[in-house]
């Protein structure tokens, strides 16, 4: 019974002090959003291909224009945020955690948010082209 009192007692140490280790600096959380959105990028170039023959100047092919329409614009905003986001956070800030100056603690705030809008902006574009095509 004492064994496994102090084994337990070690797992909840251990897990304890895993969680400790494991918290996310704001340039970590803006890596992950970068990432969990830029894994949506495929699926995006995907529906573009799937809605362009359905795109005419019908009614309905004009609804299949507008979604490849946000489709392209959620893409293009994706490239613009990564090309500014590159511009002013070195390499070895965003992927080694080199310390931030206090300057650019402001920025990641400000990427932090960024990124969150595009989130939306891409999740919307994505949702309403799959709404169009598997009604």
Known sequence: ???TITFIFILIF???FSS???VSTPMQKVITAHDEVMAKM???VKLINTL???ADSTKTGQKYQLA???LKASNSSMMTWMQGFGERFTADEMLKGKALSDEKKIWIAE???KIEVLRKEVNSSIKKAEKLLYK
Do not use: G, R, S, V
């Open 14 to 16: 251990l897990a304890t």
């Open 20 to 22: 400790y280790a494991q």
């Open 1 to 3: 019974m004492k064994k």
């Open 68 to 70: 490849i329409a946000d």
């Open 42 to 44: 495929p699926n995006l």
């Open 52 to 54: 362009h023959p359905k």
């Open 111 to 113: 990427e932090k948010k």
